[in-house]
């Protein structure tokens, strides 16, 4: 119970401070969890990714509203992304049904150092005029943010803090808008889990993907670490927190890269 709870405080924390949903922290940690309690290893990265999705409706309902308290929250692009996110979500649901445990695991990986690299090296373009998207860009970027949530089980945070920053927005702004993008992905995502799961998989406690118990001990812990997460995000100055996000993502890519390639080296000597 103790390491569910460490790793609900973290991601609660790292969501206020990073405008993530905290799943690229769930998701890998609940990965190692769930390996420790020997469930069925071709389902742990399935329901790792469900039950994150489920523990997020909560942790960004935390984040977001810690940050729309401080005014950092730009509701009316919320509401101009929010029909793409919910059909990317679905559309990338149905996908990593289709996809096994390896694959979302490398998938994963690499994503996170691609996104990380090019925040640490400064590889974002940068826009004309500061200022909100346009709408086709927007739509463009919602669908995407969408369709990688519901393969992959996390917030989004990693393409939303860079489109916002490229947008213009300063930090804590970007932190507190994606923090509201996240809420809607964890929504449809719970009940894409729920409702459009792989039909056999059949695990106690389990409904779809969602593993309970997990999200019943870890979200609680999110809730409390998101404000906290708000308060730093304040404190810090704003080249100091892009460059803790990257290196934040990077490790967290690097690792999983490295749990996927030792597993294939074991099934390799086995084979």
Same mark, same amino acid.
């Given at each position: 119970?103790?390491?569910?709870?460490?790793?609900?405080?973290?991601?609660?924390?790292?969501?206020?401070?990073?405008?993530?949903?905290?799943?690229?922290?769930?998701?890998?940690?609940?990965?190692?969890?769930?390996?420790?309690?020997?469930?069925?290893?071709?389902?742990?990265?399935?329901?790792?990714?469900?039950?994150?999705?489920?523990?997020?409706?909560?942790?960004?309902?935390?984040?977001?509203?810690?940050?729309?308290?401080?005014?950092?929250?730009?509701?009316? /692009?919320?509401?101009?992304?929010?029909?793409?996110?919910?059909?990317?979500?679905?559309?990338?649901?149905?996908?990593?049904?289709?996809?096994?445990?390896?694959?979302?695991?490398?998938?994963?990986?690499?994503?996170?150092?691609?996104?990380?690299?090019?925040?640490?090296?400064?590889?974002?373009?940068?826009?004309?005029?500061?200022?909100?998207?346009?709408?086709?860009?927007?739509?463009?970027?919602?669908?995407?943010?969408?369709?990688?949530?519901?393969?992959?089980?996390?917030?989004?945070?990693?393409?939303?803090?860079?489109?916002?920053?490229?947008?213009?927005?300063?930090?804590?702004?970007?932190?507190?808008?994606?923090?509201?993008?996240?809420?809607?992905?964890?929504?449809?995502?719970?009940?894409?889990?729920?409702?459009?799961?792989?039909?056999?998989?059949?695990?106690?406690?389990?409904?779809?993907?969602?593993?309970?118990?997990?999200?019943?001990?870890?979200?609680?812990?999110?809730?409390?670490?998101?404000?906290?997460?708000?308060? /730093?995000?304040?404190?810090?100055? =704003?080249?100091?927190?892009?460059?803790?996000? =990257?290196?934040?993502?990077?490790?967290?890519?690097?690792?999983?890269?490295?749990?996927?390639?030792?597993?294939?080296?074991?099934?390799?000597?086995?084979?």
């Amino acid at each position: 119970m103790t390491l569910f709870a460490g790793l609900g405080l973290t991601a609660g924390i790292l969501s206020g401070l990073f405008g993530i949903g905290g799943g690229m922290v769930i998701v890998p940690g609940l990965f190692y969890l769930f390996r420790l309690l020997d469930l069925p290893h071709e389902w742990v990265m399935h329901l790792a990714a469900g039950s994150a999705m489920c523990i997020m409706v909560f942790t960004s309902a935390s984040s977001a509203w810690s940050h729309h308290q401080r005014g950092d929250v730009q509701w009316s /692009l919320f509401r101009r992304i929010l029909p793409a996110i919910a059909i990317g979500v679905v559309a990338g649901k149905l996908v990593a049904n289709h996809l096994n445990s390896e694959c979302l695991e490398c998938v994963f990986g690499l994503f996170l150092v691609f996104i990380a690299l090019k925040i640490l090296f400064n590889w974002l373009p940068k826009p004309d005029q500061p200022g909100e998207p346009s709408p086709p860009l927007t739509h463009a970027v919602g669908t995407v943010l969408g369709f990688k949530s519901g393969v992959l089980g996390i917030g989004g945070g990693a393409i939303s803090v860079p489109f916002l920053l490229y947008s213009g927005l300063p930090m804590s702004q970007a932190s507190g808008t994606s923090a509201s993008f996240t809420l809607p992905i964890a929504l449809v995502g719970t009940l894409s889990c729920l409702t459009l799961t792989i039909q056999d998989l059949s695990i106690p406690l389990a409904t779809g993907t969602i593993y309970w118990p997990a999200v019943g001990l870890v979200a609680p812990f999110t809730m409390l670490g998101a404000p906290l997460g708000t308060q /730093l995000c304040h404190q810090i100055a =704003a080249p100091k927190l892009k460059r803790a996000f =990257a290196i934040f993502l990077l490790f967290l890519g690097v690792r999983l890269l490295l749990e996927v390639a030792q597993t294939f080296i074991r099934q390799e000597a086995i084979g």
